[in-house]
Protein backbone atom coordinates (compact mmCIF):
# COMPACT_ATOMS: atom_id res chain seq x y z
CA UNK A 1 0.00 0.00 0.00
CA UNK A 2 1.56 3.79 -1.23
CA UNK A 3 -0.17 6.66 -0.46
CA UNK A 4 1.04 8.68 -4.13
CA UNK A 5 3.50 10.89 -2.74
CA UNK A 6 6.94 10.36 -4.46
CA UNK A 7 10.01 9.93 -1.90
CA UNK A 8 12.27 10.32 -4.82
CA UNK A 9 13.14 10.95 -8.80
CA UNK A 10 15.17 7.54 -9.49
CA UNK A 11 16.88 7.12 -13.28
CA UNK A 12 17.12 3.90 -15.27
CA UNK A 13 20.26 2.82 -15.47
CA UNK A 14 20.00 -0.60 -16.43
CA UNK A 15 17.23 -3.37 -18.22
CA UNK A 16 17.85 -6.79 -17.96
CA UNK A 17 15.66 -9.00 -20.20
CA UNK A 18 15.08 -12.91 -19.27
CA UNK A 19 12.61 -14.75 -20.28
CA UNK A 20 9.10 -13.28 -19.42
CA UNK A 21 10.59 -10.60 -16.95
CA UNK A 22 12.75 -8.07 -16.61
CA UNK A 23 15.11 -6.43 -14.03
CA UNK A 24 15.08 -2.82 -13.57
CA UNK A 25 18.18 -1.14 -12.54
CA UNK A 26 17.19 2.43 -11.11
CA UNK A 27 19.90 4.68 -9.53
CA UNK A 28 17.84 6.07 -6.19
CA UNK A 29 20.73 7.14 -3.81
CA UNK A 30 18.18 8.77 -1.00
CA UNK A 31 15.64 5.85 -1.24
CA UNK A 32 17.72 2.79 -1.56
CA UNK A 33 19.40 2.84 1.83
CA UNK A 34 16.14 2.22 3.24
CA UNK A 35 15.08 -0.53 1.10
CA UNK A 36 15.78 -4.19 1.65
CA UNK A 37 15.57 -7.10 -0.46
CA UNK A 38 11.70 -8.46 -0.84
CA UNK A 39 10.44 -4.63 0.12
CA UNK A 40 8.00 -3.15 -2.25
CA UNK A 41 8.54 -0.20 -4.12
CA UNK A 42 6.13 1.88 -6.14
CA UNK A 43 7.91 2.90 -9.72
CA UNK A 44 5.87 5.26 -11.44
CA UNK A 45 2.67 3.54 -9.78
CA UNK A 46 2.99 0.29 -10.21
CA UNK A 47 4.71 -2.13 -7.11
CA UNK A 48 7.65 -3.72 -7.16
CA UNK A 49 9.53 -5.67 -5.30
CA UNK A 50 13.23 -5.31 -4.65
CA UNK A 51 14.94 -8.11 -5.34
CA UNK A 52 18.52 -6.21 -5.49
CA UNK A 53 19.95 -2.87 -3.52
CA UNK A 54 23.52 -1.41 -3.03
CA UNK A 55 24.34 2.16 -1.68
CA UNK A 56 22.83 3.38 -4.07
CA UNK A 57 20.88 1.30 -6.96
CA UNK A 58 17.68 -0.74 -6.57
CA UNK A 59 17.07 -3.72 -8.72
CA UNK A 60 13.14 -4.46 -9.71
CA UNK A 61 11.87 -7.60 -11.32
CA UNK A 62 8.72 -6.54 -13.43
CA UNK A 63 6.71 -9.52 -15.34
CA UNK A 64 5.32 -9.96 -18.16
CA UNK A 65 1.75 -8.31 -17.14
CA UNK A 66 2.85 -5.98 -15.72
CA UNK A 67 5.43 -4.90 -18.69
CA UNK A 68 2.04 -4.86 -21.30
CA UNK A 69 -0.32 -3.08 -19.04
CA UNK A 70 1.98 -0.40 -17.43
CA UNK A 71 4.07 1.55 -19.24
CA UNK A 72 7.24 0.14 -17.67
CA UNK A 73 7.60 -1.97 -20.71
CA UNK A 74 8.59 1.32 -22.62
CA UNK A 75 11.24 2.48 -19.92
CA UNK A 76 14.93 2.86 -21.05
CA UNK A 77 18.13 3.71 -19.37
CA UNK A 78 18.34 7.33 -18.77
CA UNK A 79 14.71 7.57 -18.00
CA UNK A 80 13.01 8.71 -14.91
CA UNK A 81 10.51 7.55 -12.78
CA UNK A 82 8.55 8.24 -10.12
CA UNK A 83 9.67 6.33 -6.64
CA UNK A 84 7.79 5.60 -3.26
CA UNK A 85 8.53 3.07 -0.80
CA UNK A 86 5.46 1.23 0.82
CA UNK A 87 3.68 2.49 3.69
CA UNK A 88 4.39 1.74 7.91
CA UNK A 89 2.24 2.18 10.69
CA UNK A 90 4.18 5.47 11.18
CA UNK A 91 3.72 7.03 7.45
CA UNK A 92 1.06 9.96 7.80
CA UNK A 93 -1.47 9.65 4.73
CA UNK A 94 -1.14 13.04 2.79
CA UNK A 95 -2.73 11.36 -0.55
CA UNK A 96 -5.06 8.42 -0.54
CA UNK A 97 -4.55 4.93 -0.76
CA UNK A 98 -2.76 3.63 -3.12
CA UNK A 99 -2.64 -0.03 -4.20
CA UNK A 100 0.11 0.38 -6.38
CA UNK A 101 -1.99 -2.55 -8.93
CA UNK A 102 -1.97 0.08 -12.05
CA UNK A 103 -5.88 -0.22 -13.67
CA UNK A 104 -4.59 1.10 -17.48
CA UNK A 105 -2.48 3.41 -19.17
CA UNK A 106 -3.91 7.11 -20.04
CA UNK A 107 -2.73 9.48 -22.65
CA UNK A 108 -1.91 12.85 -22.48
CA UNK A 109 -4.02 14.80 -24.52
CA UNK A 110 -3.46 18.45 -23.32
CA UNK A 111 -0.87 20.45 -20.76
CA UNK A 112 -2.00 23.42 -20.49
CA UNK A 113 0.02 26.14 -18.23
CA UNK A 114 -1.87 29.83 -16.48
CA UNK A 115 1.00 31.32 -14.32
CA UNK A 116 1.96 28.52 -11.92
CA UNK A 117 -0.61 26.38 -12.32
CA UNK A 118 -0.26 23.81 -14.78
CA UNK A 119 -3.32 21.46 -16.05
CA UNK A 120 -2.66 18.16 -17.24
CA UNK A 121 -5.59 16.69 -19.18
CA UNK A 122 -5.57 13.20 -20.11
CA UNK A 123 -7.29 10.75 -21.89
CA UNK A 124 -8.42 7.75 -20.14
CA UNK A 125 -9.74 4.11 -21.72
CA UNK A 126 -13.83 4.38 -21.29
CA UNK A 127 -13.46 1.73 -18.34
CA UNK A 128 -11.61 3.78 -16.10
CA UNK A 129 -13.97 6.77 -17.14
CA UNK A 130 -16.74 5.17 -14.24
CA UNK A 131 -14.67 5.64 -11.64
CA UNK A 132 -13.21 9.22 -11.34
CA UNK A 133 -15.48 11.49 -10.43
CA UNK A 134 -14.83 15.64 -9.93
CA UNK A 135 -12.75 16.42 -6.89
CA UNK A 136 -12.27 13.05 -6.45
CA UNK A 137 -8.45 11.02 -6.01
CA UNK A 138 -6.74 9.55 -8.85
CA UNK A 139 -3.02 8.27 -9.25
CA UNK A 140 -0.86 8.91 -12.64
CA UNK A 141 2.08 7.80 -12.46
CA UNK A 142 2.31 6.73 -8.85
CA UNK A 143 1.25 10.48 -8.02
CA UNK A 144 -1.74 11.27 -5.93
CA UNK A 145 -3.99 13.88 -7.17
CA UNK A 146 -7.27 15.71 -7.74
CA UNK A 147 -9.51 15.64 -10.67
CA UNK A 148 -10.30 19.38 -10.94
CA UNK A 149 -12.56 18.49 -14.50
CA UNK A 150 -14.11 15.60 -15.42
CA UNK A 151 -14.87 15.08 -19.44
CA UNK A 152 -16.56 12.96 -21.09
CA UNK A 153 -13.13 11.08 -22.42
CA UNK A 154 -10.79 12.74 -20.17
CA UNK A 155 -9.73 13.89 -16.95
CA UNK A 156 -7.97 17.16 -15.80
CA UNK A 157 -5.82 17.66 -13.55
CA UNK A 158 -4.47 20.97 -11.29
CA UNK A 159 -0.96 20.59 -10.30
CA UNK A 160 0.80 22.67 -7.63
CA UNK A 161 4.37 23.68 -8.80
CA UNK A 162 5.56 21.69 -6.01
CA UNK A 163 4.07 19.10 -7.71
CA UNK A 164 5.49 19.38 -11.28
CA UNK A 165 9.01 19.62 -10.21
CA UNK A 166 9.18 16.92 -7.61
CA UNK A 167 7.63 14.34 -9.78
CA UNK A 168 8.53 13.01 -13.03
CA UNK A 169 5.01 14.42 -14.57
CA UNK A 170 7.35 17.64 -15.64
CA UNK A 171 8.69 14.97 -18.39
CA UNK A 172 5.34 13.99 -20.10
CA UNK A 173 4.22 15.79 -23.07
CA UNK A 174 1.58 15.01 -25.11
CA UNK A 175 0.62 11.65 -26.71
CA UNK A 176 2.86 10.25 -23.96
CA UNK A 177 1.23 7.37 -22.10
CA UNK A 178 0.55 6.94 -18.06
CA UNK A 179 -0.07 4.94 -15.70
CA UNK A 180 -3.49 4.99 -13.89
CA UNK A 181 -4.95 3.88 -10.98
CA UNK A 182 -8.02 4.83 -9.92
CA UNK A 183 -9.32 5.41 -6.66
CA UNK A 184 -10.02 1.67 -4.56
CA UNK A 185 -13.30 3.32 -3.11
CA UNK A 186 -14.80 3.66 -5.98
CA UNK A 187 -14.25 -0.09 -7.11
CA UNK A 188 -15.11 -1.74 -3.94
CA UNK A 189 -18.48 0.07 -3.92
CA UNK A 190 -19.39 -1.15 -7.75
CA UNK A 191 -18.61 -4.57 -6.39
CA UNK A 192 -20.12 -4.00 -3.30
CA UNK A 193 -23.51 -3.20 -5.46
CA UNK A 194 -23.25 -5.88 -7.99
CA UNK A 195 -22.69 -8.53 -5.49
CA UNK A 196 -25.87 -7.20 -3.84
CA UNK A 197 -28.09 -7.21 -7.70
CA UNK A 198 -26.81 -10.50 -7.82
CA UNK A 199 -28.11 -11.46 -4.40
CA UNK A 200 -31.43 -10.13 -5.09
CA UNK A 201 -32.02 -11.78 -8.06
CA UNK A 202 -30.91 -15.31 -6.81
CA UNK A 203 -33.80 -14.78 -3.89
CA UNK A 204 -36.26 -13.93 -6.39
CA UNK A 205 -35.59 -17.29 -8.47
CA UNK A 206 -36.69 -19.25 -5.20
CA UNK A 207 -39.86 -19.68 -3.80
CA UNK A 208 -40.41 -18.46 -0.31
CA UNK A 209 -36.92 -16.35 -0.25
CA UNK A 210 -38.77 -13.65 0.59
CA UNK A 211 -38.51 -11.71 -2.75
CA UNK A 212 -41.10 -11.35 -5.47
CA UNK A 213 -40.83 -13.23 -8.44
CA UNK A 214 -41.02 -11.82 -11.35
CA UNK A 215 -43.85 -13.06 -14.11
CA UNK A 216 -41.12 -14.97 -16.14
CA UNK A 217 -40.20 -16.79 -13.14
CA UNK A 218 -44.06 -17.59 -12.15
CA UNK A 219 -44.73 -18.79 -15.90
CA UNK A 220 -41.99 -20.77 -15.09
CA UNK A 221 -43.36 -22.41 -11.91
CA UNK A 222 -46.34 -23.32 -13.76
CA UNK A 223 -48.55 -20.07 -12.59
CA UNK A 224 -48.91 -18.53 -15.98
Keep these: MFTGLVREIGTIERLHPASGKTEIEIRAPGLAPELELGDSVSVNGACQTVVRVTASNVTVEA ?5 QKTTLGALRPGHRVNLEPAVTPATPLGGHFVQGH ?3 T ?3 A ?3 QDQEN ?3 TVELPKDLLPYCVAEGSVAIDGVSLTIARLGAREITINIIPHTWSETVLADRGVGDSV ?3 TD ?3 RYVERFLDARETHRSGLGSRPGS ?3 PSPEQLATWGYA
Excluded: F, K, P
Design 106 to 108: GTV
Design 184 to 186: IIA
Design 102 to 104: VNG
Design 118 to 120: VYL
Design 210 to 212: GAG
Design 110 to 112: RLD
Design 63 to 67: LAETL
Design 179 to 181: NIE
